[in-house]
């Protein structure tokens, strides 16, 4: 059974250019979510969706987006990148609407110059 | 809002030293409590969840409890592969699709 699946995994930018991460979770998962990871602020989430609808979101700007398609992949975009835009992103999906357990995918690395 | 502390940030173990990790939370009406095991470069892998205060769940040499503030994850006689990050988790009734994470405690287990 495959796993979440991320890309890019590595990407690098520069402030003010944007970027799109792609998600596509686990056959069958219809619940995608996408968390931030940085050394200093650990954890944070970012947005939730379940069935192309976006259920919750977490305290970020507005340059930070997001989508869900039919097919339950998901997507993620920001714009007008700033240095503390780099970070490990995480994506996890799981089964059902209040399904708990989150499966993650490794990540994508931004790192922003 | 809801908040988790977990602590300590680091622990270093000899090989065979048992241990217990500690995560204290707030939250308004707990659906769950999770526990998730992080290697460098991964993502985090889920380990436990846990519902309601006194419940218990063990998979080798790891055991994580539940009170109605805190859990802690127990690591009797570890060994260096257990050597991670682990990460608590908690989702409430009143945050649909969200999980709260703590900072973590980095384990290392020395042979």
């Known amino acids: 059974k495959a796993g979440v699946t991320q890309t890019p995994r590595y990407l690098i930018k520069t402030r003010g250019q944007q970027v799109t991460l792609s998600c596509s979770p686990i056959s069958g998962h219809r619940s995608v979510s996408w968390y931030q990871q940085t050394p200093g602020q650990g954890l944070q989430f970012l947005f939730e969706?379940?069935?192309?609808?976006?259920?919750n979101k977490g305290n970020f700007p507005g340059r930070f987006s997001g989508r869900q398609f039919s097919n339950s992949r998901s997507e993620m975009n920001v714009s007008t990148l700033e240095l503390g835009d780099s970070a490990l992103y995480l994506c996890a999906s799981s089964l059902g609407q209040e399904a708990n357990v989150l499966t993650f995918g490794a990540g994508s690395r931004l790192t922003v110059l | 809002e809801d908040q988790v502390t977990q602590s300590p940030e680091a622990l270093r173990l000899q090989e065979g030293e048992s241990s217990s990790l500690n995560c204290s939370y707030t939250v308004s009406g707990l659906r769950g409590l999770f526990w998730y095991r992080q290697d460098p470069g991964k993502g985090p892998e889920f380990l436990f969840t846990?519902?309601?205060a006194g419940e218990e769940k063990e998979k080798e040499r790891l055991k994580a409890t539940l009170t109605k503030k805190e859990s802690f994850l127990h690591i009797t006689a570890p060994k260096p592969e257990d050597s991670a990050t682990y990460l608590c988790?908690?989702?409430?009734?009143?945050?649909?699709?969200?999980?709260?994470f703590g900072d973590g405690t980095t384990l290392t287990v020395k042979p």
């Open positions: 969706y379940f069935s192309e609808t976006q259920r």
């Open positions: 988790a908690v989702r409430s009734y009143t945050n649909a699709g969200k999980s709260t």
């Open positions: 846990l519902y309601s």
